[in-house]
């Protein structure tokens, strides 16, 4: 039995041994979480609506979550796209429930130049089929990609409150720039909480 409104969980990565990690990948788990395994904690817990978030240890690999998005419908997800990902195959993914895509790079490195043709065309594209861009982001990294996407128009999920681990913290210009873009609208920061067993 669901709880009144409807509970939505915003953020959940479902794998299995079977998934092949990306050669990049930061680390490598032993063990599944499959597609059964999320919708039995979504049912136990009363919650209604699940979002399936894009895992970069597996890189553009969306096989899996395309699955899962057409074996339950109360699914949604964040998938991870080559930016050259044509409109077409952004909406053909939007009518199979992908409502996000999730960019992520190392720590330290610099994010790639949104200005560039590419990365424009790509978020316009975005923008025009109403998918959102999930940044897993440094606070660096946010400081320098959320001005950017904001002129385009696409709505954005921050991951992790911005990952706020960074030496100025709340002083420092990703989460000032973070601020600034909620305040623009179109932007929205999330937590990560785990259900209780």
Request: with cysteine.
């Amino acid at each position: 039995m669901f709880i009144e409104p409807p509970i939505v969980d915003a953020h959940a990565h479902i794998m299995t041994r079977r998934m092949p990690f990306h050669p990049e990948a930061w680390t490598r788990p032993d063990y599944e979480y499959s597609a059964e395994d999320y919708i039995a904690d979504l049912d136990k817990h009363g919650v209604a609506f699940g979002v399936i978030a894009a895992a970069s240890l597996y890189g553009d690999y969306n096989d899996y979550t395309l699955w899962a998005l057409s074996a339950y419908k109360r699914l949604r997800a964040t998938v991870v796209l080559d930016p050259s990902a044509s409109a077409r195959e952004l909406q053909a993914l939007r009518d199979q429930g992908v409502v996000g895509v999730r960019m992520q790079w190392k720590l330290g490195a610099p994010p790639p130049d949104f200005g560039d043709f590419l990365h424009k065309s790509f978020i316009n594209r975005l923008a025009d089929c109403g998918v959102h861009v999930q940044l897993n982001a440094s606070a660096d990294q946010l400081a320098h990609v959320l001005p950017v996407l904001q002129e385009h128009g696409v709505a954005v999920v921050v991951d992790h409150f911005g990952l706020l681990r960074a030496p100025d913290g709340m002083e420092g210009e990703g989460y000032k720039a973070t601020c600034r873009a909620i305040e623009k609208g179109r932007t929205w920061v999330k937590n990560i909480r785990r259900l209780p067993a």
